[in-house]
């Protein structure tokens, strides 16, 4: 027989939630019972420290003035007065002494007494202060120089003491020629004996040992920081006192090595969340050892990253302003240099560590240096930026760098470098990132799975762990909504700051060099603009085209902002844009090898306009395009040809009726009008695409295999058809996958054959056997005749 079996029951799931509760109430109570206590010991433990404090107060000497005098002192006092030669002295002397002789001195003044002799006495310091404001020495008179006396005090105030004193004068010269041998002898005193006695090789070597030595120490403090940066920060604040490296030999390099090495310190210690300062109630409350360690760590690396930051801005600022320091360690040309490692530090920072504090900061800063004269710096911040709203998941610090850049723009009266506004183009404000970087940033929890539940824990274990999880699952999906809204209602305020930059410079600077950049920004954006603006923007594009001034790219941009905003929320809008088809059908012969980054808008243009609106084109329109797409295809690049041929061939799988371009035989009446820009009435129908036949010899294999597919009406089976890879590729997708950027072949031209071709060798390498063997008995009956040429030679005739 078994064991026998318990009577006890076993708690139900219920009582357990009871019981843990009343063992939360019971642990809440015990932890305020500890902290009372150790509250009531605080409070004996500082009234012990005031009783102390107050005892030893009452135990110090008080000051001799305090004490009354005896009546023998006073008599002593008196016989004292009357000691004194009366006789030879003044009245008023005589007042002045007596009284002098009743206050305290400083002999009868205890020195441990703080405060002054006569407390209940005021002084009134003004004549104290007129008299200090007075220079020490006076200007010197012609033949005389006067020496200051201590003064004399009365009760009118202080009376100034001076003698005069008599100088002979020394000539002009004779006292410029001292001076400036005084300051020779202390220059060549204070200065080094290398730059006085040393060839220049010699202090080349000694700028190399000096540097060396340099070097050494901020390796050593480097070292040692990272190593442990909690209790070595006050190294952090020596390496920074080396960015006043005084030697001019290697002042320069010193200080470059120095912004770089503080950079990559500050990059490896900066903790992955942003300092607050501590409140009053934080400071005053007892914490632990090792939290108030970490807290005077945490204050010590904010106040050194600050003043780290503030020297490489008063760097830039030298440079700009052209400031030159006292101590003329570094010259002016070295400034440029010192202003781009100071620059590209701060971009770095930027990158790095855009979660810690004063990243506004370096914003502030970097953003006006991205329309800097010189180019290099200009660039350098321009991809800061640009690299930072790539990785900007959350927006909010893309939102203030967009702030800054709009009251740039807006104080220098839209006078700033295109490249300033063609850094908003990488704003990661597009709703097919939405999810994505949602799901980047979300925190990653890892719940487990059945079969390690039932493995590594209990039934009852379960059933808790089952219930935590679910309302970690409620916590996480409320989170992400938060995050979701928030970084929505981010984008939607950046996204209002840049298109109020792009409609000011619409509408007040039309003829300035931004608005290329305004157009490709508007083409960028077009999806998100707001339904309200379609009818003015649409308006003014179309007066920009018209009027001439823009170039290929530029009109092109017009065009696809347009069609991106038709194929959205502006397709209930009732517009036709017959103007914009004719403008991109007059552009196209326009383009050229030399052009060929506009074949990417043109692609996606045609994309727009033909493919996603084949209800709303008609088929004259169509063929045309496909027509004049065909002769453009010829004079371009060969990843140009490709997109092209590809954008052709969605073009006629959306329009069947297209073959018509494959046949000879005339459609209609009229002439085929390439020159014509109305891609209604050219009569594209009564020509054909004699330009497949041509592309079938091109030097592109893949070329030649869209041309191929093409002449025979674009199949989607048989042996004209495309392979896989191909045919589910998107005309810009080809594009960029046949690049010819790096001017290489691409796919690159099979080399030649290895096998060598037989050599023909006369008289052993026959095809036939017989004919061989034949030779070869030729050969070997042939003796050598000497031939004769005296001897007499008759003809003979054959007779029948």
């Keep these: 027989m078994g064991p026998p079996r318990t009577k006890k029951r076993r708690p139900t799931f219920r009582r357990l939630l009871k019981t843990s509760g009343v063992k939360l109430e019971n642990k809440l109570k015990n932890r305020q019972l500890k902290q009372d206590n150790v509250a009531k010991k605080q409070r004996k433990e500082q009234k012990r420290l005031r009783q102390a404090v107050k005892g030893a107060a009452l135990q110090t000497p008080r000051p001799l003035e305090t004490y009354r005098k005896r009546p023998e002192e006073e008599e002593e006092e008196e016989e004292f007065l009357e000691s004194l030669p009366t006789d030879m002295m003044e009245e008023d002397d005589l007042q002045r002494m007596t009284a002098m002789a009743r206050q305290a001195s400083f002999i009868t003044r205890d020195l441990s007494s703080c405060g002054p002799v006569h407390g209940g006495k005021r002084r009134s310091t003004d004549v104290v202060r007129s008299y200090e404001k007075v220079p020490r020495k006076m200007a010197r008179m012609e033949d005389k120089e006067v020496i200051h006396l201590l003064p004399i005090k009365d009760k009118s105030g202080v009376i100034p003491q001076s003698v005069e004193r008599v100088v002979e004068q020394k000539p002009e010269e004779e006292e410029e020629e001292d001076t400036v041998e005084e300051a020779d002898q202390e220059e060549n005193e204070g200065a080094p004996p290398s730059s006085v006695e040393l060839t220049p090789e010699q202090r080349e070597q000694l700028r190399l040992i000096k540097l060396t030595e340099r070097k050494r120490r901020i390796a050593n403090l480097g070292s040692t920081i990272i190593s442990d940066p909690i209790n070595n920060m006050k190294c952090v604040k020596e390496l920074r006192g080396m960015l006043m490296e005084a030697d001019p030999s290697v002042a320069v390099s010193v200080r470059k090595l120095v912004m770089v090495s503080l950079m990559e310190i500050f990059k490896d210690i900066a903790p992955t969340y942003r300092v607050r300062p501590l409140t009053p109630a934080e400071k005053s409350t007892k914490v632990k050892k090792e939290t108030q360690q970490l807290r005077e ?25 052209k400031k030159k320091k006292r101590s003329q360690a570094v010259g002016f040309q070295a400034y440029r240099g010192l202003a781009e490692v100071a620059v590209r530090c701060l971009c770095e920072l930027l990158l790095a560590l855009p979660h810690f504090n004063f990243h506004n900061n370096i914003i502030v800063v970097l953003v006006p240096l991205m329309n800097d004269a010189t180019k290099k710096v200009s660039d350098m911040c321009c991809d800061a930026i640009r690299k930072f709203f790539h990785q900007d998941k959350v927006g909010g610090a893309s939102l203030a760098i967009v702030r800054v850049i709009s009251g740039l723009v807006k104080s220098l009266n839209y006078n700033v470098r295109p490249e300033v506004l063609r850094t908003l183009l990488s704003l990661r404000i597009k709703d097919v990132e939405m999810k994505r970087d949602l799901e980047s940033t979300a925190p990653n929890k890892k719940f487990m799975t059945y079969k390690e539940k039932k493995t590594n824990l209990s039934r009852m274990q379960r059933k808790w762990k089952k219930a935590e999880e679910k309302l970690e699952k409620e916590l996480l999906e409320a989170e992400a909504s938060e995050s979701k809204e928030k970084k929505i209602k981010l984008h939607t305020e950046t996204l209002n700051i840049v298109f109020l930059v792009y409609f000011r410079i619409l509408k007040k600077a039309q003829k300035s060099v931004l608005l290329p950049a305004v157009l490709e920004g508007l083409a960028n954006f077009a999806h998100l603009i707001n339904l309200e603006f379609f009818d003015d923007l649409l308006n003014v594009l179309e007066n920009l085209i018209q009027s001439g001034d823009l170039t290929n790219r530029e009109s092109l941009h017009c065009i696809q902002t347009v069609f991106i905003i038709l194929s959205g929320q502006g397709d209930a809008l009732s517009i036709d844009p017959l103007n914009f088809y004719s403008q991109l059908y007059k552009i196209l012969l326009r383009l050229h090898s030399g052009a060929d980054n506009d074949i990417i808008i043109v692609l996606r243009c045609l994309d727009a306009m033909l493919t996603r609106r084949r209800k709303q084109v008609s088929l004259q329109r169509v063929m045309a395009f496909i027509k004049r797409l065909s002769t453009l295809s010829v004079h371009v690049l060969p990843n140009a040809s490709v997109g092209i041929l590809a954008a052709n061939r969605a073009t006629m799988h959306s329009f069947p009726k297209c073959d018509f371009l494959l046949d000879n035989e005339i459609q209609g009446s009229g002439f085929y009008l390439p020159e014509l820009d109305e ?122």
Aim: with cysteine; net charge negative; glycine share 4%.
């Design 297 to 321: 760590f945490e204050e010590g690396l904010v106040s050194q990253y600050k003043f780290f930051l503030e020297d490489l801005e008063q760097i830039i600022k030298d440079w700009k302003q």
């Design 679 to 800: 891609p209604e009435h050219c009569n594209a129908q009564n020509t054909a695409l004699w330009e497949l036949h041509m592309l079938q010899r091109h030097f592109h294999p893949v070329v030649r295999q869209f041309a191929v597919h093409l002449s025979h009406g674009a199949p989607s089976e048989g042996s004209s058809s495309l392979s896989v890879e191909l045919s589910r590729r998107s005309p810009l997708d080809l594009y960029e996958d046949y690049s010819v950027k790096d001017m290489t072949f691409n796919p690159p031209v099979a080399p030649p054959s290895s096998k060598r071709k037989d050599r023909f060798v006369v008289g052993e390498t026959l095809l036939d056997g017989e004919l061989q063997k034949r030779v070869n008995s030729i050969l070997k009956a042939v003796v050598d005749i000497q031939a004769d040429f005296t001897a007499t030679y008759t003809h003979t005739t054959a007779q029948p």
